[in-house]
DNA sequence: ATGCATGAGCT
DNA sequence: GCTCATGCATA
């Protein structure tokens, strides 16, 4: 509504970490196979079918839009062959957060995200993913990780039920543990599993919380999985955790926040709600009359839009709701040979009407 | 747990 | 300028 008060928007600032990955070269986990069994202990929920009027046919479906009850074995899900191996000499350093001590090179990381040096095994098949398998957020920060490994297999591996599954199986078992969400995403990086670095505690908490885009998290499940399975074996074999290294001064940069106040939320709420996808100059209109910057306004509602698709089955599972809707397009990836193929959706929208400009 | 931000690749 | 994966900062 009206913003008498004071700013719009408030910003702060705070530490930004140096690089702190390790990881690189050497990823003795052979890809291992299943965890049929691990996970066999666990009840399968029935989901909802739904539909999502953000999505739109080349959008990389989120978990959330994949519980549309429209089965999907599309390659584009298909992002890995097999399971990390458990059935390695074990280390019980790997699953000990040892805090960042782990350094890595820009370079070393950016290689360490290609598949260049993994074997065939482990290299994705670049024509059934999407770029973010590849190299999503290459630079975003110190942490590498993204995906590794081959494309999945099975649809046991996609499954959103297994998915879902193993998500609430693996947040208890670390819990059991005594394992803290961002102990398991640094732990991450000792694996040394091609292209796996380290991920953020935001990460793991979405994985278990479910608001990762499906794709997200049937490329996490598999590094996940390994990390349990080896932390398992430490719970046993406990003793000689050497939970070396630890400490690292975090002295450095700082990042900003902005804080929009609440008055300008609701707005922007409203405005959304009217259209999740306005234009450029439409954003600009919207920006000046809450005095907020343009750029905030936009990032605004790709994070908004971003949130409804990762939220939306929350919003609506546990629910009889059974609304059949027509089958759902996956992005076609013509495995043509190009370089270029890594298509990301951003066909016109095709969604509900109204949510143009 | 989640809001705001960054950056890659793509259109 | 968009989508997506992800992360820092913070409520």
Redesign the pocket.
Request: glycine fraction near 6%; include cysteine.
């Given at each position: 509504m009206q913003n008498t008060a004071p700013l719009p928007?408030t910003?702060?600032?705070?530490?930004?970490?140096p690089f702190n990955n390790s990881l690189f070269g050497s990823f003795d986990d052979p890809l291992l196979n299943a965890r049929a069994a691990a996970l066999a202990d666990i009840d399968v929920k029935n989901v909802p079918q739904l539909t999502n009027p953000?999505?739109?046919p080349?959008?990389?479906?989120?978990y959330s839009n994949y519980f549309t009850g429209i089965p999907d074995t599309s390659a584009a899900t298909n992002i890995y062959q097999g399971l990390p191996s458990s059935s390695e000499p074990f280390d019980a350093s790997v699953v000990v957060p040892t805090s960042s001590e782990d350094q890595m090179t820009p370079l070393q990381q950016v290689m360490a995200m290609q598949t260049y040096g993994a074997p065939p095994q482990f290299q994705y098949n670049m024509s059934h993913m999407?770029?973010?398998?590849?190299?999503?957020?290459?630079?975003?920060?110190?942490?590498?990780?993204?995906?590794p490994i081959a494309p999945p297999t099975s649809e046991l591996e996609t499954d959103p039920r297994q998915l879902e599954t193993f998500a609430e199986h693996f947040k208890q078992r670390r819990i059991k543990l005594g394992v803290t969400?961002a102990d398991v995403?640094k732990a991450l990086a000792h694996l040394k599993m091609p292209g796996v670095?380290?991920?953020?505690?935001?990460?793991?908490?979405?994985f278990?919380?479910l608001?990762?885009?499906?794709?997200?998290m049937v490329?996490?499940k598999p590094i996940l999985h390994s990390w349990l399975e080896k932390a398992e074996e430490a719970m046993k074999q406990k003793d000689t955790i050497g939970d070396i290294n630890g400490i690292l001064p975090?002295t450095d940069?700082?990042?900003?926040?902005?804080?929009?106040a609440a008055p300008e939320?609701r707005e922007l709420e409203q405005f959304f709600k009217q259209q999740?996808?306005?234009?450029?100059e439409r954003?600009?209109s919207i920006a000046d009359r809450l005095d907020l910057?343009?750029?905030?306004v936009?990032?605004?509602?790709?994070?908004q839009?971003?949130?409804q698709?990762r939220d939306f089955r929350s919003q609506f599972r546990a629910r009889s709701a059974a609304a059949v809707m027509g089958p759902r397009v996956m992005p076609v990836v013509a495995g043509n040979g190009s370089?270029?193929?890594?298509?990301?959706?951003?066909?016109p929208y095709n969604g509900l009407p109204g949510f143009f400009d």
């Open positions: 928007t910003t702060t600032a705070s530490k930004m970490q953000l999505m739109r080349h959008d990389m479906f989120s999407t770029q973010h398998f590849t190299t999503s957020s290459l630079s975003t920060s110190n942490n590498i990780t993204r995906y969400q995403g670095g380290s991920l953020s505690q935001s990460t793991i908490c979405r278990e919380s608001t990762l885009s499906h794709n997200n490329a996490l975090n940069k700082k990042r900003k926040r902005t804080s929009i939320k999740p996808r306005p234009s450029g954003i600009a910057k343009k750029n905030v936009r990032v605004w509602f790709c994070n839009r971003q949130k698709k370089n270029n193929n890594l298509k990301q959706g951003q066909g």
